[in-house]
T-cell receptor
Framework: NAGVTQTPKFRILKIGQSMTLQCTQD?????MYWYRQDPGMGLKLIYY???????DKGEVPNGYNVSRSTTEDFPLRLELAAPSQTSVYFC???????????FGPGTRLTVL | GQNIDQPTEMTATEGAIVQINCTYQ??????LFWYQQHAGEAPTFLSY??LDGLEEKGRFSSFLSRSKGYSYLLLKELQMKDSASYLC???????????WGAGTKLIIKP
């Protein structure tokens, strides 16, 4: 099992550009999450999904969109990149009733 | 609002014991998690407490007091590889959401 995989690992965007961060899990987990982690701050939940076709906003959803067409994939879309979106983005997944979240390796995004 | 407090940084000596505290003030409570995060890497799960008391797992133990809004992570027989950040997170209810502390950076010295 690969667990949770994310691409790309690093990316530099110009202000106003768009991009999609990819996330895939092979553990057949129903729950998937997108977090951002800024220096000196706790992880902040952007969006989450409880199953294919169902998504909902977390604490900091503005400027982002998600979709969940399959159990395995949960891409995060940035439409108009802003410097405030410079961060490390983690995707995570968990089974329906489990306590543990499994994290991907992260995407380091810089917006200039 | 939701608030989780942890010390920003702690230093300890190889072979010693260290206790990392976490206090929380949240609108609900359905469990407290500890994760370890090495620099530049993803968080990995360490422990979970939902009832008061101590949970032991090898060199690591985690304690919870719900009435005091307090938890600690105890690391014994410290090794250099334990140098990492330790993240405390509270699950607000039976739903998905975790509120995360900013993490405690633990530095282990020989």
């Amino acid at each position: 099992n690969a667990g949770v995989t994310q691409t790309p690992k690093f990316r530099i965007l110009k202000i106003g550009q768009s991009m999609t961060l990819q996330c895939t899990q092979d553990m057949n987990h129903n729950y998937m999450y997108w977090y951002r982690q800024d220096p000196g701050m706790g992880l902040k939940l952007i969006y989450y999904s409880v199953g294919a076709g169902i998504t909902d906003k977390g604490e900091v959803p503005n400027g982002y969109n998600v979709s969940r067409s399959t159990t395995e994939d949960f891409p995060l879309r940035l439409e108009l990149a802003a410097p405030s979106q410079t961060s490390v983005y983690f995707c995570a997944s968990s089974s329906l009733l489990a306590n543990e979240q499994f994290f991907g390796p992260g995407t380091r995004l810089t917006v200039l | 609002g939701q608030n989780i407090d942890q010390p920003t940084e702690m230093t300890a000596t190889e072979g010693a014991i260290v206790q990392i505290n976490c206090t929380y003030q949240t609108s609900g409570f359905n469990g407290l998690f500890w994760y370890q995060q090495h620099a530049g890497e993803a968080p990995t799960f360490l422990s979970y407490n939902v009832l008061d008391g101590l949970e032991e797992k090898g060199r690591f133990s985690s304690f919870l007091s719900r009435s005091k809004g307090y938890s600690y992570l105890l690391l014994k027989e410290l090794q250099m590889k334990d140098s990492a950040s330790y993240l405390c997170a509270v699950r607000l209810d039976s739903n998905y959401q975790l509120i995360w502390g900013a993490g405690t950076k633990l530095i282990i010295k020989p």
